[in-house]
């Protein structure tokens, strides 16, 4: 199963431009400001509007799906996860088995006016729980190693939804087809089992119309979803196939698709205009009826992949919000600037090097050993002292744990026990005893990074001169599209990006580590993990819960996953032309809140 951002997230962050035009007052019924636009730019662009594919699971499209989709629920700053009632409501109908109640507002609507009913949630079911997925089929076989995304050679026959949903965690823990309502509005699922996160479990669906339009070639929206439901109760595998490969791919674009009915909504905002490369707007959803209504009429995202270029877009008006990866040389040049406040914190991202168990490009990792050995010669402390603390200052530290935050409870205790600290410093004189003792001769790792990110780039440099001293022929294997070859088979040997958490959840293990989870990018797979990540997913005693993430935690390190580095240190800088702007520490950080953005 391959990853492409993660339930936790890959953060790539880059700029962001604030255009006001021809403000008027607001609306006195919507309190939109009519002709206001707001530019906010990313350093990777928008590839695909389904964040719930191994193909598309990225921040950088998850962002503008959060903008354009509202939900039962979302975290704010706090963070804390609100409901939203003007979305719908659910409920918890009974403990044992679980069961779980979803019913929508009234009128609730898809930005092209056409009704959000209980077709969409069962979509989302189907697609996230895999439950009616053909048994055994592995796609693996059916990847583009230069794009990440399926080959025309993918079998039509067979229904495969790409969610990357395990069968003992989440919806794949719902296996019997959810009971819709009499009147379309409601939905109820039957857990076989306790699950902690259930709140977090369903995720904010695709048009079940639009779906079901395109894949059975249908023309009629209540037909279209009237045959959608119809297919996953009966178990129409010939029409399920057909439906799954939509969903996807259907909805990967890197330009404004022809039809429009690919982008519908149910958000504050519904995407406008998309230039490939350059940006990607959207615009105040005239059909949304929800109480996150905007005050900006248009925000803009646009592409900027240098952070230091986002600053000088910055200083010359071209954008006035940016929330870049930050480097000490970003940092000096923003304190030069005028009029621009900046923001300053720990993000809720993690840097990490994780090594290909299977299906690497060079196979070097499969050994554990050479695994080790590499691991001893990851410079850590080196790229903290360059590259982090000439920003944060003397405290930043090395992160310890795959598994829990610097400063959570717990996290100490995790650290002294998961022998990470045998990481700490480069150790090649151990690293060359492990390789000998291997008997491997071919040292090459092909290192997969974002070479459009300098930081990433500086962090290159250093493992790769480090890792030479034991031998280890470390390969440029940068790429500006690296987002969409994550966890693609045979494509590299390792992989250095960042984790971004997107909810408080436990269960996030599952995704990254479990076998077969959708963030499990490098194809680890251990009985163990797997058994105390079960455990995890179903205990709901806080104290419990740390001792399974610390047990989790150290047989990763035991097993040679990878290594962490660091904590991301989080900039953002804005002009005074934009007010409301109070990021969280969870995805989609700055974006959480566009709602509350005004113009000054």
Known sequence: MRFRRIGAVIAAVGAATLVLSGCSAPTAESGLDE?????????????????????????????????????????????????????????LVSEDPLTVKYTLADDVKWSDGTAVDASDLLLSWAANSRALDTPDFDSNDFVDPDTGEFTDAFPDDVVYFDSGAQADSGLGLVHDVPEISDDNRSMTMVYSAPYVDWELALYAPLPAHVVAKNALGLDDNEEAKTAL??????????????????????????????????????????????????????????????????????????????????????????????????????VTALDALDKVTVLKGAEGTYEHIDLQFDQGKSGVFNDPLVREAFMKVVPRQEILDKLIKPIVGEDATLRG?????????????????????DYADV????????????????????????STNPRRVNEFALIQASAALAGFNVLDGGSAEWGGILGTPGAYDASLFGWQSTSLGVSSAGP??????????????????????????????????IELQQEIDKILWENFYGVTIFQFPGVTAFNDSVTGIDPSILAPTIFWNIWDWKLA
């Open 427 to 450: 150790d090649v004189e151990g690293a060359k005893a492990l390789i000998a003792q291997s008997g491997a001769t071919n040292l090459d790792v092909t290192l997969l990074y974002a």
């Open 229 to 330: 439901v119809t297919a996953i109760q009966d178990n129409d595998t010939a029409s399920l196939a057909k439906i799954s490969s939509f969903w996807n791919s259907g909805f990967n674009f890197t330009s404004l698709p022809d039809d429009p009915e690919l982008y519908v909504g149910t958000g504050p905002y519904t995407i406008s205009a998309f230039v490939a490369d350059q940006y990607i707007t959207m615009k105040a959803n005239p059909e949304y009826t929800g109480e996150n209504k905007p005050s900006i009429e248009e925000v803009t995202v646009r592409f900027i992949t240098d952070p230091l270029a986002s600053v000088q877009a910055l200083e010359n008006g071209d954008v006035d919000v940016i929330s870049p990866q930050s480097t000490s040389d970003l």
């Open 401 to 421: 744990s795959q598994m829990l935050v610097p400063g959570a409870e717990g996290y100490d205790d995790s650290i002294a026990g998961n022998s990470s600290d």
């Open 512 to 545: 990254n580590f479990e076998t077969g989870g959708i963030n499990n990018h490098n194809f680890f797979s251990n009985a163990e993990a797997d058994a105390v990540i079960k455990k995890l997913n179903v205990e709901f005693d806080p104290a419990t819960q």
């Open 35 to 91: 002709g206001t636009s707001v530019d906010v730019a990313w350093n990777q662009p928008f590839f695909s509007y389904n964040g719930l594919t191994s193909f598309g699971n990225a921040t950088a499209n998850n962002n503008i799906t959060y903008m354009t989709n509202d939900w039962f629920n979302y975290y704010d700053n706090t963070p804390e996860l609100k409901q939203n009632e003007s979305y719908g409501s659910y409920e």
